[in-house]
């Protein structure tokens, strides 16, 4: 009986050494030769699932996008009473998240980030989310300001700009050391105060 491969769990353990390595010596030192070895796998293994080193980063990157956006979903899943309000802060404060997993994630896309230079296909990685998202957030924003009473501001999608790319930055500097967890969840508060409050 011919083995069954587990191509997605293969891939999943390339882009695991892929992370690990950008963690020790940054993404510019990360061969195929030495995902093979982190991995403990042959290159002819490595180059069977990835043709060439752009395409694991590219996969790579993806997939820490997907994690990050996992984070943010169990964020909200996890909001006692789900008001427009707790889930807008939950939604930002994903992204400033105090475990090993969450600096990881974001060390990594800040990495990649700065192959955005030769590498058209890397600019979006630490930019605020689609339309989609903007539009989400702005209807939290919304609902929130109603709750406490406020009316529509007329510019809840920039707002919502706003709150993503402050929150990215936030998460580069938790990622990076320059602040604690706490200080940037404090900060995001206090913006998300000034934006849901009356006036």
Not at 15 to 24: F, G, I, P
Not at 139 to 160: K, S, Y
Request: charged residues 25%; proline residues 4%; aromatic residues 4%.
């Amino acid at each position: 009986m011919p083995k069954i491969v587990d191509v997605e769990e293969r891939r999943r353990r390339l882009v695991e050494a892929v992370w690990e390595l950008t963690m020790r010596g940054g993404i510019e030192k990360v061969t195929l030769r030495k995902v093979a070895d982190e991995a403990g796998v042959s290159m002819g293994h490595v180059q069977h699932y990835y043709s060439s080193m752009q395409a694991l980063i590219r996969d790579a990157l993806d997939r820490a996008v997907q994690a990050v956006n996992t984070n943010v979903e169990n964020a909200i899943g996890a909001v006692g009473e789900p008001t427009p309000e707790a889930v807008l802060r939950a939604c930002l404060h994903a992204l400033v998240g105090s475990d090993e997993e969450s600096t990881r994630l974001m060390r990594f896309c800040l990495a990649v980030a700065g192959r955005a230079v030769s590498d058209p296909a890397m600019t979006n990685v630490l930019a605020p989310g689609g339309d989609e998202l903007l539009s989400f957030t702005a209807g939290l924003i919304t609902a929130a300001r109603q709750e406490r009473g406020a009316g529509p501001r007329g510019e809840e999608l920039m707002d919502a700009d706003i709150c993503w790319s402050l929150a990215t930055s936030l998460g580069v500097d938790v990622a990076l050391g320059y602040r604690s967890p706490d200080a940037a969840r404090r900060l995001l508060d206090h913006h998300i105060d000034g934006l849901v409050n009356n006036g």
